[in-house]
């Protein structure tokens, strides 16, 4: 290992360790288990070294944003850590199901009736059945993917009884100019009523928030691997 690679592998390290420290000061805050809260490490547009760097320090749960990102680097690795879980946490096109279903472990973006029948389709023509989170658009942004909230019990309930979907849990992101307590809170509520028990919510910025609210994974990525020149 060179000098650079041992020193890209320690830092990654010490990101880990801390996000770990206040996930578990949170936790124990809000009389929570850390070891209910999962950490994705979100790897998109990462170099590859600083994902390789995660993966020998022994991280696993790594999430997507694009299909094709996620194409291009993760059957390599993979190939070297077959014990790999792998999200999707962007926006999913139906022209992408085929691969998405392909590459992916878990599907966190269902949120759409067209969507959830051509992953049913694509999924019984792969012989999987891959957990799946419903995207909630909680403050309701027209740019952003989602379900609305007011129609997030009914497609739920088609997801589940007309599609057959393993859906596990509901998925947010908060608007990004507004405080992220009541967004992270209204999923939750939506959680409940629905009988759903896994809650994807809360990035490096407002992760602790999330833990309050019930999060069973967060999403981070900046605080780990440092903001993307992109």
Not at 58 to 76: K, L, S, T, Y
Not at 194 to 221: K, P, Y
Request: include cysteine; proline fraction near 5%.
């Amino acid at each position: 290992m060179t000098e650079d690679a041992a020193a890209t592998r320690a830092e990654i390290a010490e990101n880990f360790a801390a996000i770990r420290r206040r996930m578990n000061a949170a936790a124990n805050k809000w009389d929570r288990d850390a070891k209910d809260i999962d950490l994705i490490a979100v790897s998109k547009r990462q170099p590859e070294t600083l994902i390789e760097a995660a993966l020998l320090n022994g991280h696993r749960q790594f999430a997507e944003n694009r299909v094709q990102d996620a194409a291009a680097i993760w059957p390599a690795f993979r190939a070297r850590f077959p014990d790999v879980e792998l999200r999707l946490i962007g926006p999913l096109q139906t022209n992408k199901a085929k691969e998405a279903v392909r590459l992916f472990d878990i599907i966190e973006t269902v949120d759409r009736p067209k969507l959830a029948g051509v992953l049913t389709r694509e999924m019984k023509a792969a012989n999987r059945s891959l957990p799946v989170y419903i995207q909630v658009n909680t403050g309701e942004e027209p740019q952003k993917a989602g379900i609305a909230p007011k129609d997030a019990d009914a497609f739920i309930r088609e997801c589940r009884e007309t599609h057959g979907l393993n859906v596990v849990g509901l998925m947010c992101i908060p608007p990004a100019e507004e405080q992220p307590a009541p967004h992270f809170a209204l999923l939750a509520r939506i959680a409940a009523r629905n009988g759903l028990s896994r809650l994807s919510m809360g990035m490096s910025g407002d992760f602790e928030t999330a833990i309050q609210f019930g999060a069973t994974s967060v999403r981070v990525g900046t605080a780990l691997f440092g903001r993307r020149d992109d």
